[in-house]
């Protein structure tokens, strides 16, 4: 069985950090690019950045670049997103996504909230 469990999520105040992680099963991770989307209140679902199978390519949306690092440990099968310089902005529910050709699989989510 296919999971992708987002952890990390949080209150944090402006200018502030955070580290999300997503734990994968149930499928070969290290083949799979994973991304991070996140979808605030009344916005449409965007893509916060991708990371290649073996690690060794990243793209981020303008938004976030510069403040945001996505990274991954295919021995531990995670995908970590580092938020720095967290803006009120940046409050979402952020995604976790594995996909490869057109097999494409979802977490359900962390909530991230910044406000002081």
């Known amino acids: 069985q296919v999971q992708l469990v987002e952890s990390g999520g949080g209150l944090v105040q402006p200018g502030g950090s955070l580290r999300l992680s997503c734990a994968a099963s149930g499928f070969d991770f290290s083949i799979y690019g994973m991304s991070w989307y996140r979808q605030a209140p009344g916005k449409e679902r965007e893509l916060v950045g991708l990371?290649?199978?073996?690690?060794?390519?990243?793209t981020y949306a303008d938004s976030v670049k510069g403040r945001f690092t996505i990274s991954r440990d295919n021995r531990k099968n995670t995908v970590y997103l580092q938020m720095n310089s967290l803006k009120p902005d940046d409050t979402a529910v952020y995604y976790c996504?594995?996909?490869?050709?057109?097999?494409?699989?979802w977490g359900r989510g962390t909530q991230v909230t910044v406000s002081s």
């Open positions: 990371i290649t199978g073996i690690g060794n390519i990243t």
């Open positions: 996504v594995g996909a490869k050709s057109i097999s494409v699989y």
